[in-house]
C-alpha cells in the first residue's frame, strides 16, 4: 500500500511540474499528440453516434417511429436515395450539429428514466414530440430538409400545379418553411383535434 501511494505521490510530482521532468518541446509534441488522439475518439464517437443504426438500437425509436418512417418516400422509392433518422433530425454543419447533440442529451435522459418506453407512453406525448421538432424546424428555416431539397434546384414544371405554386411563391419568398406544409411526411401525424387548421 505503501508502495502504491509513493507511486501515485509521484506521478502527482510530474503532473504539477511536468517542466523539471521533461523538456518543453517533448511536451508540446506529448500535447499534440494527445490532441488528435483525443479529437479522432471524439469525432469517432459523434460520427457513431450519428447513424440510423445507432438510432434504432433503442426500442422507443424502433418500434415506434422507425416503422412509421418505413412506409414513407424517405425511405423506399423509385430513385434509392433514402433519408436516414440523422438526415433529417442532425443539422450537417458543425456548429448546429454539436447544437443538435447536447439537446440530445434530454433524450438520454428521457431513456434512462423511461419517458417514451412504451408505446402508450409515445402515443400519450407524440404530439409534445413532434411539435418540438417541428418547433425546432421551423426556427432553423427546415435546415435539414434543405439539405437534399434546395429551391434552386427544383424544376417547378415537373411537380403538379399545387406544389409548383406553393414553391414558387410562399415557400421561396420565404413568408413559410418546408415544415410548415410537411408535417407528417415521414412519421404518422399525433392527434391533431383541437388545432386551428387541421
Known amino acids: 500500500m505503501k508502495a502504491l501511494f509513493a507511486l501515485l505521490k509521484d506521478y502527482w510530482g510530474i503532473l504539477c511540474r511536468p517542466s523539471i521532468y521533461y523538456s518543453l518541446g517533448f511536451l508540446t509534441l506529448g500535447g499534440f499528440v494527445a490532441g488528435i488522439i483525443f479529437w479522432g475518439g471524439f469525432n469517432t464517437a459523434l460520427e457513431l453516434s450519428n447513424t440510423e443504426k445507432f438510432c434504432i438500437s433503442c426500442h422507443e425509436m424502433r418500434d415506434n417511429v422507425f416503422v412509421e418512417l418505413k412506409d414513407t418516400i424517405h425511405y423506399t422509392n423509385r430513385s434509392g436515395v433514402r433519408a436516414s433518422c440523422p438526415d433529417c433530425h442532425v443539422p450537417h454543419e458543425w456548429p448546429h450539429k454539436i447544437a443538435r447533440k447536447m ?45 437534399c431539397h434546395n429551391f434552386d434546384f427544383m424544376d417547378f414544371t415537373r411537380q403538379s400545379k399545387r406544389a409548383a405554386a406553393m414553391h414558387s411563391t410562399s415557400l421561396a419568398s420565404g413568408e413559410a418553411t418546408c415544415i410548415d406544409c410537411h408535417k407528417g411526411i415521414a412519421h404518422k401525424l399525433p392527434d391533431m383535434s383541437g388545432v386551428k387548421g387541421w
Request: aromatic share 8%; net charge positive; glycine share 4%.
Open 103 to 147: 439537446q440530445a442529451s434530454k433524450e438520454v435522459w428521457g431513456k434512462i428514466f423511461g419517458t417514451i418506453d412504451t408505446r402508450d407512453k409515445f402515443l400519450t406525448l407524440r404530439r409534445e414530440l413532434a411539435e418540438h421538432e417541428w418547433a425546432r424546424l421551423k426556427a432553423n428555416d427546415s435546415r435539414e430538409c434543405r439539405n
